[in-house]
């Protein structure tokens, strides 16, 4: 089987080929540099992004993966959440071309493939479903903070989830009041390696509550009035490398406390991390070093933590294999779909 994968939930315009459990593919045109300049993703220029990027990406990814459009045996697109205008883009290319091919279309939930990432791997990578167990799976990226157990596959429910500031969000908006270019999280683990004293007295968020829900607000709020007491920081390297140090901390322990809890309640061995701050350096240390024994952690690789279309592809080759009817050609974006 092969599928044509396209992810345009943000401000990423990714098309992958995935045959048969592998990924052939993943081309993915990021629009960072055009969007440092505001601060943040400006909706309406990614979607002329997505226009005008989405044809040489599916081009190359096809190029890549040595076939072509006659081949395909599905469609895929990432149907939400995200923005309306991205999603747009890609779910209804991606329903132009399974109508015109009279292939399946197979809508996606942008969170849903981020639970299987973590069992892409290798080169070529392929998905390791061979190995899958029950799993605690933390998706923690820009504008979500979830907590899932992943009961089989593609049976799921979710236990918690952001009320407020997402952990991403959190370190872009710290970012931007200490100065720093956007996107603010790799920058803040950048300085966060030189730091020498980390400024650790900053919050952590409902780390002792008993549910299993993230709030970073708070956090945020403490590092504006530090700030405003010792504007100081913001003239010395050394103590802003020591807040960065500081505020990374307090949310990676943050993030370890209530999912290692969430799993050992359930009795699962296993848990997984993805979505875009899985990059962070601190995040996956503190995850694979401080463990219980026994336990089994696994990260997305780097490249299929942030949007990518293999996870979309890979996701919609299970469901086509678990008998799941392909969506409607007609079938609306769903920019709010929240994952059950």
């Known amino acids: 089987m092969i599928i044509l994968a396209l992810e345009t939930s943000c401000d990423e315009t990714s098309a992958a080929v995935v045959r048969d459990g592998i990924v052939l593919s993943n081309v993915v045109s990021s629009q960072t540099r055009l969007h440092a300049e505001y601060g943040g993703v400006v909706p309406e220029l990614a979607a002329r992004e997505h226009l005008k990027n989405f044809l040489p990406v599916a081009r190359q ?43 399946p279309f197979i809508g996606i939930h942008h969170h849903e493939a ?61 970012g931007k009041m200490l100065g720093l270019p956007y996107p603010a999280g790799p920058e803040i683990d950048r300085l966060a390696r030189d730091a020498r004293r980390p400024y650790d007295r900053f919050p952590r968020p409902l780390i002792h509550e008993p549910n299993d829900d993230f709030s970073f607000s708070g956090l945020k709020t403490s590092v504006r009035y530090f700030l405003r007491d010792h504007p100081q920081v913001l003239e010395d390297r050394a103590e802003l490398c020591n807040v960065c140090a500081g505020v990374q901390n307090a949310i990676v322990e943050v993030l370890r406390a209530k999912t290692f809890r969430a799993a050992e309640r359930l009795g699962l061995r296993c848990v997984t991390v993805s979505g875009g701050v899985a990059c962070n350096s601190r995040l996956r240390q503190v ?7 026994g336990w089994t952690v696994r990260f997305a690789e780097n490249r299929f933590c942030t949007d990518n279309a293999a996870m979309i592809g890979i996701l919609a080759e299970q469901k086509l294999k678990h008998g799941i009817s392909p969506s409607p050609l007609d079938a609306e974006i769903q920019p709010g779909w929240t994952l059950a």
């Not at 599905?74 to 883009?89: E, Y």
């Not at 069992?119 to 899958?132: L, M, S």
């Open 61 to 103: 990814a096809l190029a890549d993966a040595n076939t072509s459009v006659a081949a395909l045996d599905a469609v895929a697109a990432t149907q939400g959440p995200g923005l309306p205008t991205a999603l747009l883009v890609g779910v209804k290319a991606a329903q132009a071309i399974a109508f015109t091919l009279q292939r």
């Open 114 to 174: 981020h639970l299987y990432s973590p069992w892409i791997t290798g080169d070529p990578p392929a998905a390791d479903f061979a190995r899958f167990e029950p799993n605690l799976s933390l998706i923690v990226s820009g504008g979500h903070t979830l907590l899932v157990h992943v009961e089989s596959e593609l049976k799921h429910h979710v236990l918690g989830s952001t009320i407020d500031d997402a952990a991403g969000e959190c370190f872009d908006k710290v």
């Open 287 to 293: 995850f694979t070093s401080e463990h219980p024994r």
